[in-house]
T-cell receptor
Framework: TQLLEQSPQFLSIQEGENLTVYCNSS?????LQWYRQEPGEGPVLLVT?????EVKKLKRLTFQFGDARKDSSLHITAAQPGDTGLYLC??????????????FGKGTKLSVKP | DTGVSQDPRHKITKRGQNVTFRCDPI?????LYWYRQTLGQGPEFLTY????????KSRLLSDRFSAERPKGSFSTLEIQRTEQGDSAMYLC??????????????FGPGTRLTVL
């Protein structure tokens, strides 16, 4: 069983559209990270959310951490072709800062067409 | 800040051969992680070090896999007697732990292994 479920798995949209990607779990996480990965490259960190209910904005990207720290969402406004990539959420379940491994979802593969 | 670097970026080998990958973390980062990512999946944790001590190993890390971080700086991951199922992207990440500070892991570009 996948501890972190991401949906949708694939998303193909036109430039200028809005979209939301979801990351859900039945487990509680002390923090959750969103990464973007391009083919043949390592994941690049976009944001870390720590506090339940937290909302963070990064230009056209808005990240939200659920109140219960079990889920998160990524909303992109007016998507551009440069947003194309694999979006991964990753959570850690270790409190007190002593983080070990990150648990990753399978990712959402986003394609934005001009 | 030079980021996490990995070498080589690509490796093609024949089944049964041994391979070794290197990871250089961000300088002064005391934690170093290894992950494996197969096609269509997110990265899966293999092992991590704090300084030179290997603190956790996943059950994915079979006896054919060994990782070292001898001086608490760079790390190597060796796979002995490679199998076709070992074909994957091997990712290294590093982070800084200070007391209760929640660390963020920064990833390298990965080493793509193909076992023929």
């Amino acid at each position: 069983t996948q501890l972190l479920e991401q949906s949708p798995q694939f998303l193909s949209i036109q430039e200028g559209e809005n979209l939301t990607v979801y990351c859900n779990s039945s487990s509680v996480f002390s923090s959750l990270q969103w990464y973007r990965q391009e083919p043949g490259e390592g994941p690049v960190l976009l944001v870390t959310v720590v506090t339940g209910g937290e909302v963070k904005k990064l230009k056209r990207l808005t990240f939200q951490f659920g109140d219960a720290r079990k889920d998160s969402s990524l909303h992109i406004t007016a998507a551009q072709p440069g947003d194309t990539g694999l979006y991964l959420c990753a959570g850690d379940m270790n409190y007190g800062g002593s983080q070990g491994n990150l648990i990753f979802g399978k990712g959402t593969k986003l394609s934005v067409k001009p | 800040d030079t980021g996490v670097s990995q070498d080589p970026r690509h490796k093609i080998t024949k089944r049964g051969q041994n391979v070794t990958f290197r990871c250089d973390p961000i300088s002064e980062h005391n934690r170093l992680y290894w992950y494996r990512q197969t096609l269509g999946q997110g990265p899966e944790f293999l092992t991590y070090f704090q300084n030179e001590a290997q603190l956790e190993k996943s059950r994915l890390l079979s006896d054919r896999f060994s990782a070292e971080r001898p001086k608490g700086s760079f790390s190597t991951l060796e796979i002995q007697r490679t199998e076709q199922g070992d074909s994957a992207m091997y990712l290294c990440a590093s982070s800084l732990i200070r007391g209760l500070f929640t660390d963020t892991q920064y990833f390298g570009p990965g080493t793509r292994l193909t076992v023929l």
